[in-house]
Structures are given as structure tokens and as C-alpha cells.
């Protein structure tokens, strides 16, 4: 399969995968994107949450086959690098507000929507908001946003917080005793990605100091 000429190179995260995505309550939703036989599905979540995630870990189980675009980092460019997408057997949008309003934009997601439809292509999208909640002034848009399953990504709680980060700690091959874990949570931003990313510097530190993951260390760190 051809690629399709971007103007920036999108990398993937090596740490994005559906094995070190702590479900919780997103059981069904991973079951559905695994099952890859919705042709379209939205997601959203007012709080990061791990959608960025969970479209990066399904565009890893089908590489060369799958396009990951974040709307974010793409709005500056024009409209028509949707075009030919419908290539991909699957094809992730991320942050799709960061479109509404644009109408030139509305109208190349429509378009997009439509050609992935004929060709049989899996669409997943993510926003922000429900659909209807978005400043999206293309009705029809609205419309395809809401062809397929609509999900609320659930949040963790902070007990769910300390497991995650213990699964991910595992899977980097070593432990992150509760007390720390807790602390981290309390003291540090508490969405997903930026304390997995400060346990991942953590990781990196202590091997540097040879270390253990304690509270004194992770203040001296801070």
C-alpha cells in the first residue's frame, strides 16, 4: 500500500499499545476497537483520558494498513491532506475539535467520511465532547460523527490511578510501591499522560542513581 504524503512525519508512541492500557471501565470500548468491525466509532472525553492512546495502540495492530492524524497539529495546514486517507483500512482522527468552526475543514471530514464509508475503510475519532456538543456548524458532520458508537472515555479514580501506574511501572520492569504511587498522584498532575511521563523519568533517574523509587527521592527529583 502506498503511503500517503503527509507534511510532517507522524511517530507513534512506543509505549501505546492495548496491553498497557489500564481498561477500568473501558472494557467494551477496547473489546469493539480490537474487534475492528464498527466502521465508525467516536470517543471523547472532557479530560485526558487516554483516547490519544487508545487510537495510537489500534493504528499499531494494523500497521502499514492504518494512519494516525492529530487534527491538533495538522488545522495550520490546508483541508485537502484528508484526501486519499480512505486508502488505510483504518483511520484515526484525534481532537477533532480543534476543526469545528473551520468550514472548509468540516467539509473535508464530511467528504472524508463518506469515501471511508464506500471503500470500507474503519474511522475512529476522537473530541472533546459529544458530537452535538462541539462548535461543528456543518449539520451533516454532526450527522457522521454519530453514524457509529458514540463513547464516553471513563476517567480513572485515584485507586485506578495507583494500579495503572503499578502495571506500567511492571511492564518497564520495575516496582512502584503505593505510598509513591499515591504521592505522585497527590503532588503532580493527575491526567494520565503527564504522570506516566514523570514515572518514566523516574524509571530513567533512579537506574542513572542508583536508586530506589521512594517519596526522598522523588522530592529531590522534583
Request: net charge negative.
Amino acid at each position: 500500500m502506498p503511503a500517503y504524503q503527509l507534511p510532517l512525519q507522524i511517530k507513534l508512541s512506543d509505549t501505546a499499545t492495548f496491553e498497557n492500557f489500564f481498561a477500568a471501565g473501558n472494557q467494551q470500548l477496547m473489546a469493539l476497537l480490537r474487534d475492528n468491525t464498527e466502521p465508525c466509532v467516536y470517543i471523547w472525553s472532557a479530560v485526558p483520558a487516554g483516547k490519544t492512546h487508545l487510537l495510537q495502540a489500534l493504528c499499531r495492530e494494523h500497521e502499514n494498513h492504518s494512519i494516525y492524524l492529530p487534527l491538533a497539529e495538522f488545522e495550520q495546514y490546508a483541508p485537502m491532506i484528508l484526501e486519499g486517507l480512505e486508502q488505510f483500512n483504518v483511520i484515526c482522527l484525534d481532537d477533532v475539535q480543534s476543526i469545528a468552526g473551520n468550514a472548509a475543514w468540516e467539509e473535508a471530514l464530511f467528504d472524508l467520511y463518506n469515501r471511508a464509508r464506500e471503500a470500507g475503510s474503519h474511522l475512529v475519532v476522537s473530541g472533546c465532547a459529544t458530537p452535538a456538543q462541539l462548535s461543528i456548524q456543518l449539520a451533516d458532520l454532526v450527522s457522521r460523527l454519530n453514524w457509529g458508537p458514540v463513547f464516553q472515555l471513563q476517567s480513572l479514580t485515584d485507586e485506578q490511578k495507583m494500579l495503572a501506574l503499578q502495571m506500567r511501572a511492571d511492564l518497564r520492569g520495575f516496582s512502584i510501591p503505593d505510598e509513591v504511587a499515591r504521592y505522585l498522584i497527590n503532588h503532580y498532575p493527575r491526567d494520565m499522560r503527564s504522570l506516566f511521563d514523570m514515572l518514566d523519568s523516574l524509571d530513567d533517574a533512579t537506574l542513572q542513581a542508583q536508586r530506589k523509587l521512594t517519596i526522598p527521592f522523588v522530592k529531590q527529583y522534583l
